[in-house]
């Protein structure tokens, strides 16, 4: 095995221990429970385990801890090593990646119980147009006029689960997007053309209004779309990743993927051009130059 080799494994046996002790605290925190405790509770001695949490540590338990450990508080092995997201114990129940084929009328639950899954953990996503929550009912009907009157109701109540989401205090919100999206409902260019001008001002003061009102447990950053380019996805904290491709989602649960897509949102709000406290500030601007 030559130097470079060594490195990557030892980088990885790092990041798997790293990896561990975070799932494992939060183990602790769920059962209130001290180091003492806990190790009682799987038989090890408390030495042995402060070893395997200690910041640093690349310690890793034997396989039959590990089996304990997940025995005893209801977790798989694969949780505890960090190679699923989600702390089932029926890894099958969890696949790396799977298809939800949803309809429009069944859409706002699943992305109520996402949303309700993800409880403590920052929300990021990047809209496929304006973000749900900062749509108004006018320019709602305008965009899924040629849903059925369920389907309507379904996005409708989507938004309003969405802005009541946010509003929470423990809510933790970020969208980025492309400045270029609301430049186009203030100048009325391309399907935005056909949105009367009154309808879209009223778009674009209730956006200002909310960004102002929200901020800052809801956050919006603007790129320009000529630098770089984002499909439509939506992370719910370390447990999913979804992306939105049309009558169904594709969803990912491995920890490797959706720290890749997080990693992709972090790099969005690097090159943003307009940083959430200066976002309602630029729309405030298209408004007055809207047409």
Request: charged fraction near 25%; glycine fraction near 4%.
């Amino acid at each position: 095995m030559n130097a470079q080799q060594l490195d990557s494994t030892a980088t990885d046996k790092r990041s798997v221990a790293e990896v561990f002790r975070d799932r494992m605290a939060l183990l602790l925190a769920r059962k209130g429970f001290n180091l003492s405790q806990f190790a009682a509770s799987i038989n090890i001695d408390r030495s042995a385990l402060s070893q395997f949490l200690a910041p640093g540590s690349t310690r890793l338990p034997r396989a039959e801890t590990l089996c304990a450990i997940a025995r005893t508080y209801g977790v798989s092995v694969d949780w505890l090593m960090g190679l699923i997201a989600s702390d089932e114990t029926d890894s099958e129940a969890v696949p790396m990646l799977e298809i939800e084929r949803i309809s429009e009328s069944k859409a706002s639950l699943k992305l109520a119980e996402w949303h309700q899954e993800a409880t403590g953990y920052k929300i990021r996503y990047v809209p496929s147009s304006l973000p749900d929550l900062l749509r108004t009912e006018e320019v709602g009907s305008f965009e899924f006029g040629d849903y059925t009157v369920a389907e309507r109701m379904a996005r409708e109540q989507q938004m309003q689960d969405q802005l009541t989401y946010s509003r929470r205090p423990e809510t933790d919100i970020e969208v980025c997007m492309p400045y270029q999206v609301i430049e186009q409902v203030a100048k009325g260019e391309g399907i935005w053309g056909q949105v009367p001008l009154p309808v879209r001002r009223r778009q674009l003061e209730h956006m200002i209004s909310l960004t102002e009102e929200l901020y800052p447990t809801f956050r919006m950053f603007l790129f320009d779309a000529r630098k770089t380019y984002s499909t439509a996805y939506t992370l719910f904290g370390p447990i999913r990743a979804a992306i939105y491709v049309g009558q169904m989602y594709l969803v990912i649960n491995s920890v490797e993927q959706i720290r890749a897509f997080t990693s992709h949102f972090d790099g969005l709000i690097r090159i943003a051009d307009i940083a959430p406290d200066s976002a309602a500030r630029s729309i405030r601007a298209l408004l007055a130059e809207s047409r």
